[in-house]
């Protein structure tokens, strides 16, 4: 099993940037490929971005391309999500997840985070 602990969400206005955390104890983190999701009040869950083992590949869902970034440090046990040109409609709580046998925008992911608050004023 893997245990996952998200940080960095807060209140910021719109325009600003952001940069989550999510650290990663138990077993080894290279062994999970890796999700940012989130959801906003009254919608679904929906997948932000997903990052494979070692980080060699990458997926963002159209609404954040171009301005969100996913990467991993396998020796730090932490992946990130840095959140440029955000707007209100980013508000969010925002989970990492982590699945081992698989990685992509379609994973059902078997490890969550508790979720961390992002607010973008406008």
């Known amino acids: 099993q893997v245990q996952l602990v998200e940080s960095g969400g807060g209140l910021v206005q719109a325009g600003g940037s952001l940069r989550l955390s999510c650290a990663a104890s138990g077993r080894a983190f290279s062994n999970y490929a890796m999700g940012w999701f989130r959801q906003a009040p009254g919608k679904e869950r929906e997948i932000v971005a997903a990052i494979s083992w070692r980080g060699g590949s990458t997926s963002y869902v159209d609404s954040v391309k171009g301005r969100f970034t996913i990467s991993r440090d396998n020796a730090k046990n932490t992946v990130y999500l840095q959140m440029n040109s955000l707007k209100p409609e980013d508000t969010a709580v925002y989970y990492c997840?982590?699945?081992?046998?698989?990685?992509?925008?379609?994973?059902?992911?078997?490890?969550w985070g508790q979720g961390t608050q992002v607010t973008v004023s406008s």
């Open positions: 997840a982590a699945d081992e046998r698989r990685y992509g925008l379609g994973v059902s992911y078997d490890y």
